[in-house]
Each structure stands twice: as C-alpha cells, then as structure tokens.
C-alpha cells in the first residue's frame, strides 16, 4: 500500500475514527485503526465491537494494499507533522509515514485480523440531519444505569409514516416524533445512548444534508449514514416500556409559563432540595405558580412564577433534578406543563415546537 494526501485532510478523520477504537482490548487490533487504500479511495476504520466508524476520503493511490496501526500512535504522529503532504506506506506489517526530510515505521497487524464491520443490506430510511440533532433534546432522560440494559437505550421506531425516538429511565421520559415522507421501510429498534452521542459529534464534523438509518441483515445492527462516514453499532435486545401507556390522558390543570423564569426558579429551589430525593413542592393556584423546598439542617425557600394557570389547584412534588433537565431541554421560549393530578405525571411540552414532549413522575409527599 502507499498512497499520499495533506496532513490537514487526513488528521480529522483518524481522530474522529479514533474515539471508536477498543479501550484497553484483550484484542489487540481493536487497539489499532485500519488504513485500506484502493482505486483513488482510502478507507479509514475502527470498532470496539459495540460500535464502528469508517470514513472514506479521496487520495492518491500509488499502490492498494491495507494495514493496521496502533490508533494513538498514528494520531499522535501526524498531528504533530504540521500542514505538509504525507506518504504512507505498508510493508507486510509494518507502515512508514514520510513528510519532507521527516521519516518513521510504526509496527502494526495485519489487515486480516480487523473485525468486519456489519454494512445495511437495505436502503433504508433517509430524513435531514435536523431530525438526528433534534435527538440531544431527548437523550438525557434515558438510563445510566445498566443494570437494565433496555432503558439505557433510545427507542427507534418508524411506522406509518412517523418516526419516534423515546427515552426514559422509569422516572422520567422524553419523546421527540417526526413525519417522514412517504417511508415504506418499518422497523423497531433499541440504539445505544452512546451511539447516538457518537453519531452526533460526528455529525457536527461534517457536511452533510441527510442521514440515513438501515438495520444489517440479521437485524443486530444499526447502520448510520452521513455522508462519506459509515457508524455501525449493536443493538439492545429486550422489550423497552409500553411507554404510550404513560403519557397522561386526561388533563385537570394546565399552566403555561416563561422557560427561563421557570428555570430560574428551579435552579434556586435546587438550593434546597439536597435531600434524599430532592424535592420540590409546585403550588399551582388561580395565576399563580409558587415553588418550594426545605431541608431541616438549612433551611428553607418560596418562589412565586408569574404563570398562567387553569383549571384545578393542586400541589405536587418532583425530584428537583428530573424538572430542571426536561426545562432545560426544552427549546422554546414558553413550557406547558399538564397534571392529571397530584400523584400522576406532568407531561412538559415546549410551546411552539411540534413533536416534543416530556414527562415527569411525581414524588409522594409523606
């Protein structure tokens, strides 16, 4: 193999693909980035098994051939080249990588023992990037911990023309729906919360109009494309939540209030919910919103929010933290938060913003 591009177009594809490789790995090629080089084309690729990243850039190819090298290595090489052209090439498994009077060989492992990728066997569904970025509005509210797997992944559905991403730890869930035009494809899917994150820093680092979303063909795998960039990752197995089932139906009190005073307000009443449960008590009264929290060894604080409120008063309390990320999430200017009453879930909806909702379970007050 050798081939030879400029150190500016080269470096931000291996360290893009960099993030995926295998972290401390009984494998040592999962350590190692694989540089495949044909027909004008070089391809960039690395996998920890959960999840792979190809990139493919334009080179010049003097003669194909493909190696594998320790990924931090190279990274830390040929970002310290400086803008030149570099010419890399392969010998059984060992590369060399010149730019000027500069020279050095990095051991590495041969090609054959990279992991294949899994690649999709349809077309599968294409929709703008927006709809993918929209994603970083929901993803707090999926699980950290694994101890069931299922609920730290984001529920990926399309049916009927709609797409649905859903995510939820059991206390709090968050729900972002978009139309799609005209799809035929169906398909149901649990992807990973680090994909998503993975897929979106990606995104953010190149150009590209539209994503497209296909499964492999023994449906294990979710295959992302942007672009010139492949993420394939693995799917979560196991039966997500009729979460349908939680969104609340019938509604006794309605308040609509400014975002960033409500935020404001929960932010202080943080102060003050450092208990167990970090409670904060919602007084909702004709045209008035008021917020309170205590804790016996500091003290205590009221807030009243200027909000506009209706139907029946009620007092309901939240884990602090749960209320402060979904208002926090929420992209708009107003919030509506909807109660069924003081021990059901208050459902947040930004206002102005089709498609995005929050909910939130109450705490019992003793």
């Given at each position: ?70 990924a931090?290595?190279?990274?830390d ?14 010998q ?139 993420v ?30 409500l935020?404001?307000a ?99 007050l003793?």
């Amino acid at each position: 193999m050798k081939f030879t591009i400029l150190q500016q177009d080269l470096l931000p594809s291996l360290q893009a693909v960099s993030r995926s490789v295998g972290v401390r790995s009984t494998l040592p090629v999962l350590d190692n980035i694989l540089l495949s080089a044909e027909d004008k084309r070089l391809k960039i690729a690395a996998t920890n098994l959960e999840i792979g990243v190809i990139k493919h850039l334009e080179v010049e190819v003097e003669a194909p051939g493909e190696i594998t090298v320790p990924a931090k290595t190279l990274v830390d090489l040929i970002s310290g080249l400086g803008q030149n052209k570099i010419t890399l090439q392969s010998q059984a498994e060992v590369l060399t990588v010149q730019s000027g009077k500069f020279k050095a060989t990095i051991n590495g492992i041969s090609a054959s023992e990279f992991p294949a990728i899994p690649l999709s066997s349809d077309e599968g569904i294409s929709f703008p990037k927006e709809v993918l970025q929209s994603c970083s509005q929901i993803l707090f509210a999926s699980a950290v911990d694994e101890g069931r797997p299922v609920l730290t992944g984001i529920l990926t559905d399309v049916t009927g023309g709609k797409l649905d991403f859903v995510a939820t730890d059991g206390f709090r869930l968050a729900h972002r729906q978009v139309s799609l035009p005209k799809e035929k494809l169906e398909f149901k899917c649990l992807i990973p919360k680090k994909t998503f994150e993975e897929v979106l820093r990606l995104m953010a680092e190149v150009e590209v109009d539209t994503i497209n979303i296909a499964t492999s063909e023994n449906q294990n795998q979710i295959i992302f494309t942007l672009g010139q960039t492949t993420v394939s990752s693995r799917l979560i197995e196991g039966q997500f939540p009729a979460w349908e089932k939680i969104i609340p139906q019938s509604i006794v009190s309605r308040v609509m209030v400014d975002r960033e005073e409500l935020l404001k307000a929960v932010k202080l009443a943080a102060v003050f919910a450092k208990n167990e449960a970090n409670i904060v008590v919602l007084n909702i009264q004709k045209n008035s919103l008021s917020l309170k929290s205590s804790v016996k060894e500091l003290g205590s604080q009221e807030n009243e929010v200027e909000a506009d409120c209706q139907g029946q008063e009620l007092q309901i309390a939240f884990n602090n933290k749960f209320l402060q990320d979904a208002i926090s999430n929420s992209p708009a200017l107003q919030v509506m938060m909807e109660f069924s009453g003081n021990i059901s879930a208050v459902l947040i909806k930004p206002i102005g913003v089709e498609g995005l909702e929050y909910i939130v379970m109450p705490v019992r007050l003793s």
